[in-house]
């Protein structure tokens, strides 16, 4: 497809469900992108099957303090500088760049380094959400590693991360990225068009996009905001297995910052037809939604809150007393359910008891799928 | 000590006057084009009524929504010379990106961006460029500027960019006014510039209309100091304003909020104040406002000073109501037509006040003009506008334990049963002009809030040297020194940080030092 800058509202909105309550605010994205797109204004998304065997395909994102981000504002140049080094690093040039994540502020970064250098969009991601960590990917899982690295701050330094593994590969990047002021842009996880077939998790961008557009459209209609953005989730591959698990109103809320992760725990009540508790955990994404103490959804599967009027999808630092809220479960794309997805990815991954079971066998639906 | 206040609204100008803590009079004038008129008028009237003369007062304080809406309405803006510290950074996004085409127009296109700013741990992101600075003066001269807006990346961390920016701009334009990003708004670059653009584009009229204030009040042969209400419910000297007239933004609401906590004398309490077309509500804590912790959107332009959290819900006397298959009411209202359109004043629309009269809750207009809706009508009507009430209270209450409600606004009689969620409902004296009264009870405050790293110096002493500037600050805006009060002290920590940089907000209030009201 050819994306234009009427899409970016509707990829940001979309981007910010498949956050999943994760993946930060995305204003700064959207500004950046409105910005490049009024020089180049259109920008082609192109499918993972369209990407030669051998071309080199590379994932970009920014990295750093949130709070830094939103103040520290970039240069515009240190996404191709980072993508600069990595073709010096790998000895070729790109044939094209695509989002890491497809959660939040990270589904924009690479359409605003595609609009600057020219090059293609591949329309995948190595999640199909946000996620927290770098080793939570279906890159990981397929055993493409993250490194090398590329890092470029707003001076035009740059540097290159050659780890043992994506731990390290995580650790090494995070204590470059202070040193440029808590904020830079980066590429990693080089890759070849046939592990990208491999690896990748197809179409999320155009899904993405369709997610913001179903919100949109039927925002303008009457009622069931919700309806319509289920409909579209049916018709998706990733996502066919969607389904509104409650609507209530938040009553209690906890949360509190562990090892700087944003951890804490979501307590609705029921506005009939619906009944029951609601309990949804969080660490920076939703993790786990309990009806009456029953798990209704657990990662990798997307938990997503949106507002009751006008389906605006919330991130957990936007969660108030007193919301009135919708509560979205959908399935997540096959590879992260995998028992090697699972791992990185599934509930005992974050400390707890439960296994995980698919959102459309604990709640019973029956789909178009 | 005689305190007057005086709360300039859309439609009406609201004056009170106060002994202590004990309302002497109230008095409501409308609202001039001029705002200098129906303030003198609302002075005469409040101060015929109490009887006292004019040099009694001992202060006067004045909440007005005019900067606001000049803003909203791009009428008399000033072209602001847009000016950023931050090169190489920041370069992505140039100022006034995501204005609103009719509001970028009036701001001019004289935007610059230097090297310089810090860090968020306070090393230099680059030297700052004095040449580039020079070279921006001249052209603000050559270019006949009035009015600058100068904006640092981390200012709010460290000032000393903005500061020698302005010495610099002024050495060239010695009557330049120049807003500093960091005196206005938070951690947010793009917030933050436009929070200065915005006060800098109402420099010329903030002058102006102080100007008009001073003349007016000096000509009714008033003495004593006057002050103008800021959107935390502490007051600014007059010339401050000139300087800062972003701040008055949603002085309003605050001084509805304080002075229903004043009234009902209670220090934490949900204010509800129904207007003709919305109700507002908001939350006093400690007795000020709770501040809202989001991005602000002012005429479509994103901002992050401080504002009191408000809601707002489309209910009040003038609201209209439909009975189809479902019962509406609002958010459309009959406004200031109220007393025209309204079936109890004979016409054909039915509102909240209708259904009110009807049900025999309120005495407004001709009942028998309401006679004929049914009992079913007025019971579900009730009903929703009561459950409109109950929903807007509880999104902002942070726990389910109830809490006090004080009813103020001309609205308030559409409330006739208790209010779910309520531990109380408190309709106070005088609760038709708590805007005046919360503008004549305002305090002097200081505030801080900037990034502090905690490593090395220790937390106690940052804690500590925050607070002495807050205080500092409110000793300068003219507060007395022993009746100072820290009112509030947060400390948010930076994820992915490192160094204990933290967040640190410090706020200290305190009455008129005596000195500032000597007649």
Known sequence: ?369 | MIKVGIDVGGTNTDAAILDGDRVLAAFKAPTSGDVSTGIVEALRGVLAQSGLPITDIGSLVIGTTHFTNAFVQARELSPVAVIRIGAPATMALPPLCGWPERLADCIGDFRRIVGGGHEFDGRRIAPLDEAALRQAARDIRAAGLTSAAVTSVFSPVDTTCEERAAEILRSENPDLMITLSNAIGRVGLLERENAAVMNASLAGLSAKVVASFRTALRELGMTAPFFVSQNDGTVMAADTVARFPVLTFASGPTNSMRGAAFLSKLQDAIVLDIGGTTSDVGVIANGYPRESSVAVDIGGVRTNFRMPDILSVGLGGGSIVRDGTDLTIGPDSVGYRLLSEAMVFGGATLTTSDIASASGVAQIGDRQRVAHLSADLLERATDRMHFMLEEAIDRMKISADPVPVVLVGGGAVLVSRPLKGASELIVPEHSGVANAVGAAIAQVGGEVDQIMLYEGRGRDHALQSATELARKRAIDAGAAVESLQTVEVEEVPLAYVPGGAVRVRVKVVGDFAAGMVGR
């Open chain 1, 1 to 369: 497809m050819i994306f234009r800058r009427e899409h970016i509202q509707d990829l940001a909105r979309g981007a910010a469900f498949l956050g999943a309550g994760g993946g930060g605010d995305p204003y700064v994205g959207c500004m950046l992108l409105e910005q490049a797109m009024l020089t180049t204004p259109e920008i082609r998304i192109i499918s993972v099957d369209e990407v030669p065997d051998d071309a080199l395909v590379v994932p970009t994102a920014m990295m750093g303090a949130p709070t830094v981000l939103i103040e520290k504002l970039p240069n515009g140049d240190e996404a191709r500088l980072a993508l600069q080094r990595m073709e010096q690093e790998v000895g070729r040039p790109a044939f094209a760049v695509m989002p890491g994540e497809i959660g939040g502020l990270a589904a924009l970064l690479p359409l605003v380094l595609a609009a600057r250098t020219g090059l293609p969009v591949v329309d995948a991601d190595a999640i199909g959400r946000a996620v927290p960590a770098l080793q939570m990917t279906s890159f990981h899982v397929h055993g493409l590693p993250a490194s090398p690295v590329t890092l470029a701050d707003v001076h035009g330094n740059s540097a290159v991360v050659r780890a043992k593994d994506d731990q390290s590969s995580e650790w090494l990047a995070r204590s470059i990225s202070v040193a440029m002021g808590a904020t830079c842009q980066f590429c990693f996880c080089p890759m070849t068009g046939a592990e990208l077939r491999r690896g990748a998790v197809r179409d999320t961008i155009t899904n993405a996009i369709g997610i913001g557009r179903a919100i949109r459209l039927a925002r303008a209609e009457k009622s069931g905001a919700v309806d319509g953005l289920l409909n579209y989730l049916r018709g998706t591959e990733h996502y066919r297995w969607a389904t509104l698990l409650y609507d209530g109103k938040v009553v209690d809320l906890k949360r509190e910052t562990r090892a700087g992760w944003a951890v804490g725990t979501i307590k609705m009540e029921p506005i009939a037809p619906f009944e029951g508790k609601l309990e949804v955990v969080f660490q920076n994404e939703h993790l786990i939604v309990r009806q009456d103490g029953q798990m209704k959804a657990s990662v990798p599967d997307v938990i997503a809150l949106l507002d009751r009027e006008t389906a605006q999808p919330i991130t957990t630092e936007g969660v108030r007393y007193g919301q009135r809220l919708k509560v979205v479960a959908t399935s997540s794309p096959a590879v992260m359910r995998t028992p090697a997805g699972l791992e990185v990815i599934g509930p005992r991954a974050f400390g707890f008891e439960e296994d995980f079971v698919p959102v459309e066998v604990l709640n019973s639906l029956q789909g178009p799928a």
